[in-house]
Every structure is written in C-alpha cells, then in structure tokens.
C-alpha cells in the first residue's frame, strides 16, 4: 500500500523555524513529483511548493517564496519543506502529495488534482 507520512509540525513563534518531512512507505519517491499543500481553517486548500521528480525544477508560491525551500533526499526516500520567517498566516494542516506524469521529469505543478497519492497532513501553528 502506498502511502505518504508528514512529520515536523508543531507550534513555533513568529520568526521561528520549522522543517516538514514526507516520507514514503511501501514505495520510492524517485520517479514522482512531490507537492506540498496547506489549509487553514475555514479556507481552501492551496499549493504552497513542489518539486519534479527529477529534483531539476522547484516552485514557490508567492506567499512563501523567499522564507521556504523545498528538497528531496533519494537515499532517504524523503522530502523536505524547509519553513523560516514564519507567520501566524502560515498557520495551517500541512499535506505532501505525489505523482508520477511523464511531464514531472521535468517540471512539476501545484494543481491539486494531479495528484494521486496524499498524507494525512501535519499540524504547524505559528503563534507567539
């Protein structure tokens, strides 16, 4: 059973650092495009960064570009969301993703449905 497993989560203050792990059980992450998603309460749910599944290409959204960074370790079937100068808005259900179209050698997107394989999310609070 394929199946992805967030950790890393927990409250922080403002300014304050975190990094989320999406690990991978029962599969390896080579070969899918990984995308991690966030919603807060009482809002939609919303793409905040991925990675292809070559590692080549990465994308930020606007919200966090500059504060977060993204990367992926092969030996530890793993990938990180590196999270810095956080804010109360940040305050979300973080969710990693995956999926494996041909197109995520080379790019990857954060459009919610393409993506086949979900965690089940990691709690981050940034409050003082």
């Known amino acids: 059973q394929l199946q992805l497993v967030e950790s890393g989560g927990g409250l922080v203050q403002p300014g304050g650092s975190l990094r989320l792990s999406c690990a991978a059980s029962g599969f390896t992450l080579d070969g899918y495009a990984i995308g991690w998603f966030r919603q807060a309460p009482g809002k939609e749910r919303e793409g905040v960064s991925c990675i292809s599944s070559s590692g080549g290409s990465t994308k930020l959204s606007d919200s966090v570009k500059g504060r977060f960074t993204i990367s992926r370790d092969s030996a530890k079937n793993t990938v990180y969301l590196q999270m810095n100068s956080l804010k109360p808005e940040d305050t979300a259900v973080y969710y990693c993703?995956?999926?494996?179209?041909?197109?995520?050698?080379?790019?990857?997107?954060?459009?919610?449905?393409?993506?086949?394989?979900w965690g089940q999310g990691s709690q981050v609070i940034v409050s003082s």
């Open positions: 993703a995956a999926e494996a179209r041909d197109i995520t050698k080379v790019i990857c997107l954060m459009t919610e449905n393409d993506y086949d394989y």
